[in-house]
């Protein structure tokens, strides 16, 4: 049996008493009109108090993201998502990551095949968008909702009405409580010549569409207010 120094016991049991003491107080000083010492605002000496102006907004909390259809093919059948949670994950290799509902029909595509599509829908796109995020290809057949084009990886049905499509090669499936993170390795990139100006992107000619949460809305394409690693540059000293 260990032997510990009387000194270090009474310490313990010292430190054991004061945290006791300090979570009833906790506990009861509010009742009373008092703020414990960890609810008491943070004074520092010289500093000047200003108002708070945030307020608690809670955690389930989203930001802004762009709706793709994510296209499977499930059983021998072509099938599309619409999935908002979607995100460039690497750069060299390219990879893009989705997340989606682990109760969703898509991810059985995806385990099956190893690869899934990523396609961005324009806004005149956006009542079939939606319909896809509705039903189920458990249930109904999505298959003819669009016209279907393949590329190299043959099982990651693409859409030729979105003006800018991508297939991926399963990468990793990352689970989560309660959905997937599905990570692709982007092996074909194929648009529109339209979307496509100085040999990128055209963004503002590809139309995207943005959901926002909770309030459950679509949004297209803001304007252009700035560059990318350019204009913090004048807050550089040195």
Not at 102 to 120: A, D, Q, R, Y
Request: charged share 20%.
């Amino acid at each position: 049996m260990p032997v510990f120094p009387i000194n270090t016991v009474r310490a313990d049991f010292n430190l054991m008493v004061q945290i006791a003491v300090a979570e009833r107080l906790a506990c009861v000083l509010p009742a009373f009109g008092v703020l414990s010492a960890v609810q008491q605002p943070l004074h520092i000496p010289g500093s000047v108090e200003k108002p708070m102006d945030k307020i608690q907004i809670g955690q389930n909390c989203f930001i802004p993201m762009p709706v793709v259809l994510v296209g499977t093919q499930v059983s021998g059948k072509a099938n599309f998502m619409t999935v908002g949670w979607c995100s460039r994950a690497n750069a060299s290799l390219p990879m893009i990551v989705c997340g989606t509902g682990n109760h969703h029909h898509s991810p059985k595509g995806i385990e099956e095949t190893k690869t899934f599509s990523v396609n961005i829908p324009s806004s005149d796109l956006l009542d079939k968008t939606d319909y896809c995020g509705l039903v189920s290809g458990e249930k109904t057949d999505k298959s003819h909702v669009f016209d279907v084009f393949y590329g190299s990886l043959k099982t990651a049905p693409m859409i030729r009405e979105c003006p800018v499509s991508l297939e991926c090669r399963l990468v990793q499936a990352v689970p989560l409580p309660t959905n997937t993170l599905f990570i692709g390795e982007i092996a074909g990139a194929y648009a529109d010549g339209r979307v496509i100006k100085d040999g990128k992107p055209d963004f503002p000619e590809i139309d995207p569409l943005f959901l926002t949460m909770p309030d459950n809305r679509y949004w297209t394409f803001g304007k252009y207010v700035g560059n990318a690693w350019s204009d913090g540059k004048n807050l550089i000293k040195g």
